[in-house]
């Protein structure tokens, strides 16, 4: 089966630039979830997708990032425009569904952004 | 204040020993515990999910969980060097699926 497919791997831009991440859940998974990670910090939920709704984004800065999952497959989140703090990776993970025991999260490999 | 605590290490033992690796939660609300590993550049890969006070065990590794000290810890048995990693704990609500993550303990296995 396989994983969480991210892209791209890596991205490097500079300040006031656009960025778009795209990632494809796990077959059969419901819930996509976006994830900011900093270097020696865990993740930190973006955005959370039940199909194609978003059910949780209070952590979106929303002035500057966007998500949207059409047909609740895959999903984009966007930044415009690019701030020097933004350099992170972007973490997509997926579940099967958010209850009880299907909560179990699989993360893809992550895009690597650096804002120059 | 941060609402899953770990040592950030490192915690370094012998190959064959047994590593502990413990994790504290502030949400009595919490439910559902997961550990991660994560190697150096990559992403967080998952290793044991634990719903139930007491263990969990899935080959080298155990799971325990003890909801009246909100306190989770997994056990490696047979540390090998290929285990070197950072390890995450993360908890969930029993409402939410939003997973809080702990800072996580980076592991070394010497030989």
């Known amino acids: 089966e396989a994983g969480v497919v991210q892209s791209p791997r890596y991205k490097i831009i500079e300040k006031k630039q656009p960025v778009a991440f795209w990632c494809n859940p796990i077959?059969?998974?419901?819930?996509l979830y976006w994830y900011l990670q900093n270097l020696g910090q865990g993740p930190e939920l973006l955005i959370r997708?039940?199909?194609?709704?978003?059910?949780?984004d209070s952590q979106l800065p929303k002035d500057r990032f966007s998500a949207e999952r059409l047909k609740g497959v895959d999903s984009t989140l966007k930044i415009q425009p690019a701030e020097l703090g933004d350099s992170a990776v972007y973490l997509c993970?997926?579940?099967?569904?958010?209850?009880?025991?299907?909560?179990?999260?699989?993360f893809g490999p992550g895009t690597r952004l650096t804002v120059l | 204040q941060k609402e899953v605590e770990q040592n950030s290490g490192p915690l370094s033992v012998p190959e064959g020993a047994i590593a502990s690796l413990n994790c504290t939660y502030s949400?009595?609300?919490?439910?559902?515990f997961f550990w991660y590993r994560q190697y150096s550049g990559k992403s967080p890969e998952l290793i044991m999910s634990i719903y139930s006070n007491g263990d969990k065990e899935d080959g080298r590794f155990t799971a325990q969980l003890n909801k009246a000290s909100q306190y989770v810890s997994l056990l490696i048995r047979d540390s090998q060097p290929s285990d070197s990693a950072t390890y995450l704990c993360?908890?969930?609500?029993?409402?939410?699926?939003?997973?809080?993550f702990g800072t996580g303990t980076r592991l070394q296995v010497f030989p």
């Open positions: 077959s059969g998974h419901n819930t």
């Open positions: 993360a908890a969930a609500t029993e409402n939410t699926d939003k997973l809080i």
């Open positions: 949400d009595r609300g919490s439910q559902s």
């Open positions: 997708y039940e199909n194609e709704e978003a059910v949780d």
């Open positions: 993970a997926s579940s099967l569904d958010w209850r009880g025991s299907y909560n179990e999260q699989f």
